[in-house]
């Protein structure tokens, strides 16, 4: 008796998962043209007004905007974002002192601690967008994806900043950038620490088994 009882509880369990379909947000393409014009603006941003201010109210701009295009499981990815940006300023605020004036929260430069929180998080919102094109989830090849995305943004953004708004970090300006890029002129400590944020951030993120916010469950009848 207890046997059937089991046997029926557990295929009723089963056919309900079976009825739960895994599905990519039915504004994918609208959600892709909101998230550009979103890069777009913080670049205008940046070659008017000071790179801290702008950096500060980009990453709290991105709670409401998480929320109004119905993204609110992205929230907790910018949450770790954020907390992984503060124990990397922790460890290395010392290391940061710019060509332009910026504004200190807690002896803590606000440019890189809110530039890091910004930048891991648009990473991901990027990596989440082409995730389906990885047709069997393991972390490796998730992994590998999103370190593609990471990387390219991080030289785009750190080239961008250095040439482009003459953002210039002077306490390690005296050390020789990547040699592909002549960009992130640090010691060879804090150059393989920025490689490797990024990978570090979503692993945290795969650990913690947070959800891609452009994936929706469909019940099938």
């Known amino acids: 008796m207890k046997n059937s009882i089991k046997k029926e509880i557990s295929k009723r369990f089963n056919s309900s998962k079976k009825r739960i379909k895994y599905e990519f947000h039915k504004w994918k393409n609208q959600l892709i043209i909101a998230d550009k014009a979103l890069y777009i603006i913080i670049v205008l941003l940046l070659g008017l007004l000071r790179p801290d201010i702008v950096m500060i109210v980009v ?14 499981k992205a929230i907790n990815h910018l949450l770790i974002a954020s907390l992984v940006s503060l124990v ?19 002896g803590l430069n606000s440019y890189p601690l809110f530039t890091w929180a910004v930048g891991l998080f648009a990473a991901y919102l990027i990596y989440s967008h082409w995730e389906y094109l990885i047709k069997k989830h393991s972390l490796i090849k998730k992994m590998i994806l999103f370190v593609i995305f990471y990387w390219f943004l991080l030289i785009t953004v750190e080239t961008t900043a250095y040439y482009g708004f003459d953002i210039k970090n002077l306490v390690t300006a005296n050390y020789a950038g990547l040699p592909f890029c002549n960009c992130i002129h640090a010691p060879i400590w804090m150059q393989i620490s920025y490689l ?25 009848k």
Do not use: D, V
Request: net charge positive.
């Open 196 to 220: 490797m944020l990024g990978p570090i951030y979503f692993g945290i993120c795969e650990l913690l088994g947070l959800e891609n916010p452009h994936y929706t469950k469909k019940n099938q």
């Open 59 to 72: 990453y709290f701009s991105l709670y409401p905007y998480l929320f109004l295009t119905k993204r609110k």
């Open 88 to 106: 990397w300023m922790l460890i290395a605020n010392s290391q940061y002192g710019y060509n332009q004036e910026m504004l200190l929260i807690f």
